[in-house]
């Protein structure tokens, strides 16, 4: 099910209600925040959704130049990430939510069983809110930053199990592999972690294709 059609699907459950839009939320680190010096994702998803003709909101406590609100937190781990979900979940309830998360740890701290254990409890917790919700989980975007870095291949092995294993017909949890076809050294700015323009497309088209 693309992620047009989860919208769609979302928009028809709430047409009843004056006014009503599909609330997405996008949890992540500074990847999903955004930076003075890279690209997010977030603008070039808009885009595509406004051109489909969907009537969707951005949710979160936190809003960038382009007014369109998040929970993205640069420089935090999932686990910090999860901290301040924790804090606005109530307050942000969405329709659509979006994780990508999985940085800001290094291979030495060995992190991947810690980072699959929050990316549950933080779908957990979406699914409290909304027992509605889809979540559109990623596997995260390659980095040439070694070997912080080198966990990023098995734990998004991990994230793709965890995304199977929680995934029912009633309450969706989808991969969405933003690893493949993503190339850190096109799509990134000289950090070799954070997206240029042309990584922040490619991962708009992965949200917005997601099945």
């Not at 999932?78 to 659509?96: L, N, S, T, W």
């Not at 800001?104 to 254990?117: A, L, M, R």
Request: proline residues 6%; aromatic residues 8%.
């Amino acid at each position: 099910m693309k992620l047009f059609h989860v919208l769609a699907l979302c928009v028809s459950l709430v047409l009843p209600f004056a006014n009503a839009q599909t609330r997405i939320l996008c949890l992540g680190d500074s990847i999903t925040e955004g930076g003075s010096t890279f690209k997010v994702y977030r603008p070039f998803l808009a885009a595509k959704l406004k051109a489909a003709d969907l009537p969707v909101t951005f949710v979160g406590p936190k809003k960038d130049k382009d007014g369109l609100s998040h929970g993205g937190y640069g420089g935090k781990s999932i686990e910090g990430v999860f901290a301040e979900y924790q804090k606005f979940h109530e307050q942000f309830p969405a329709d659509v939510v979006l994780i990508h998360s999985g940085h800001n740890h290094t291979f030495e701290e060995k992190p991947i069983p810690g980072i699959i254990q929050t990316a549950e409890s933080m779908i957990v917790l979406a699914q409290k809110d909304n027992p509605n919700v889809t979540v559109l989980l990623a596997k995260v975007i390659t980095s040439g930053k070694l070997p912080k870095y080198e966990y990023i291949p098995e734990l998004n092995k991990e994230i793709e199990a965890l995304a199977k294993r929680l995934d029912k017909p009633e309450q969706r949890v989808i991969v969405v592999d933003q690893a493949a076809g993503f190339d850190w050294k096109t799509d990134t700015i000289q950090d070799m972690v954070h997206p240029n323009a042309s990584g922040g497309e490619k991962m708009a088209t992965k949200w917005f294709e997601a099945h």
